[in-house]
């Protein structure tokens, strides 16, 4: 059977001893906090993290950290957030922190991982994001994936004296199986074959 955790490049895990304070600590790398969609109103700390990765009655989230297949290295975090069962539809997020890291295919392995997770594992139908309109690395990974852009909330962003648009994403179970096997599955089929 397929692990729905590892990719080609990345396997998702759970939070291990000294994660939270390297969140901590590489939250402050460049361009990491201007491309949050949302606010930070304050640095995090390494309890905060913990917190957020280690609530075992949350039935509304999945969070993961993402590590390289080649040496185990921490990389960053991925979530499922919002999760909506009836709905079968959920939120995600995602952060490299460090730039060094980035433009590896860690980004697009690590976001076809998380849908894989989302569409074999959970079920779901559709797992939906948002993007600040000016950070073209992250539409390029969710364009590579299968990523759709279904809306846009003009000046919904403030950065550098002037506003941006944050773009809505959406990708549906069927066409993340089109782009990522050239195929979709029937019925009865479970995905991972």
Do not use: C
Not at 32 to 43: E, G, K, M, V
Not at 58 to 86: C, H, P, T, Y
Not at 123 to 136: R, S
Not at 154 to 175: H, T
Request: no cysteine; aromatic share 10%; proline share 3%.
């Amino acid at each position: 059977m397929k692990s729905v955790v590892q990719g080609q490049l990345v396997h998702l895990t759970e939070m291990r001893d000294g994660d939270a304070e390297w969140l901590q600590d590489t939250q402050w790398e460049p361009g990491l906090l201007r491309n949050l969609s949302a606010d930070a109103l304050h640095p995090w700390t390494a309890a905060e993290y913990t917190e957020l990765a280690a609530d075992p009655d949350s039935d509304d989230k999945f969070f993961f950290m993402v590590r390289a297949n080649a040496d185990d290295g921490l990389l960053g975090w991925v979530i499922l957030d919002e999760i909506q069962l009836k709905n079968r539809r959920a939120e995600l997020g995602i952060a490299l922190p460090v730039a060094s890291d980035r433009g590896q295919g860690y980004g697009v392995d690590t976001l076809n991982t998380i849908l894989s997770f989302a569409f074999n594992e959970l079920g779901l139908h559709k797992v939906t994001l948002d993007v600040n309109a000016n950070n073209q690395a992250a539409l390029r990974a969710y364009a590579a994936v299968g990523f759709v852009r279904e809306g846009i909330n003009r000046e919904a962003v403030y950065q550098d004296g002037q506003w941006l648009d944050l773009y809505q994403f959406g990708i549906l179970a069927k066409e993340w199986w089109t782009v990522s096997r050239g195929t979709i599955p029937d019925e009865n089929t479970t995905g991972d074959n």
